[in-house]
């Protein structure tokens, strides 16, 4: 189906008079206020106004005492969720004027959302409903290998993250996609309908992906680009390790170690899997 550009130009003037056409409604509004049919339009308008500004200050209240108190608030969550949404377009172009850069404001974002994530103790999720979605840069960008589409096209060289990444989900029984762009990402959430989300990515590419999928809980690790962005990027293992538990056993839970997974492991291969990553986790820690 060939792609028309009169589509775009039509609402864009559609867009474009229905502003026109609110502008010169309020206008009228205004200056025939004394009419008594006039002043109810007015009135009406003025409590939706004022309505949607109280949801939208619960929601930045609720988002406000989540994080102080580091405890969620069920019945305001949506309404935090709504405010967000809304506020953060105006939230980007206040940190421009204020010579605030976008990637340090999404890095902020990132955090407050990974905190109502976790205030809000989810009860434990099966690991196989539990999805690590990583970007396709975190593997050696000489590997000659495809893994977007089957990760099990991984060698375990040990040559990239990849292959921690794959020892930690072997170990836990979690789902490991690799999506290549935002498309990809939604298409594989689709297809797997997964109950909570641990993203790795860049601040532009989490952000646009936590408001996204709004009604499942992600925790968003941002990814480390020592060589520049998108070009053998890696991840913080231990904060993916401890994403995973939070999400199978809840913070108040005793969560079960390393060791623990490997004593309860009945193969060799899962042996070794859960060996390979205490491994991993105490270079993490001398490093």
Not at 47 to 71: C, D, K, S
Not at 201 to 215: F, M, N, P, Y
Not at 217 to 237: A, F, H, K, Q, S
């Amino acid at each position: 189906m060939p792609i028309r550009k009169r589509l775009f130009i039509s609402l864009m003037i559609i867009s474009l008079f229905t502003v026109i056409g609110l502008s010169v409604l309020g206008g009228y509004l205004l200056r025939h206020r004394d009419y008594p049919l006039n002043q109810m339009v007015v009135s009406t308008l003025m409590v939706l106004f004022i309505g949607i500004l109280a949801l939208i200050a619960l929601g930045v209240g609720g988002m406000v005492l989540a994080v102080w108190r580091e405890q969620a608030f069920p019945s305001v969550y949506r309404w935090t969720r709504m405010a967000v949404n809304l506020l953060f377009p105006l939230a980007i172009v206040l940190g421009r004027i204020f010579g605030i850069s976008d990637d340090r404001l999404k890095s902020s974002f990132i955090e407050v959302s990974n905190t109502l994530v976790r205030a809000r103790l989810l009860e434990g999720v099966p690991p196989e409903k539990v999805m690590i979605m990583t970007p396709h840069c975190l593997q050696k960008s000489t590997c000659p290998h495809k893994i977007t589409l089957d990760i099990r096209n991984c060698k375990m060289c040990g040559g990239c993250h990849v292959h921690d990444l794959r020892l930690l989900a072997d170990a836990y029984g979690v789902s490991l996609v690799v999506a290549t762009g935002g498309t990809w990402a939604r298409k594989l959430i689709m297809e797997q309908r997964p109950q909570a989300i641990i993203a790795v990515a860049c601040e532009r590419d989490l952000t646009s992906g936590i408001q996204d999928v709004d009604k499942i809980p992600v925790i968003g690790i941002l990814n480390d680009r020592p060589e520049g962005p998108c070009c053998n990027t890696r991840v913080n293992l231990q904060r993916v390790e401890e994403s995973i538990r939070y999400f199978l056993y809840g913070e108040e839970m005793n969560w079960p170690s390393t060791k623990e997974l490997m004593a309860a492991a009945h193969t060799s291969s899962c042996q070794e899997t859960c060996y390979r990553t205490e491994k991993a986790k105490r270079r993490m820690e001398v490093s």
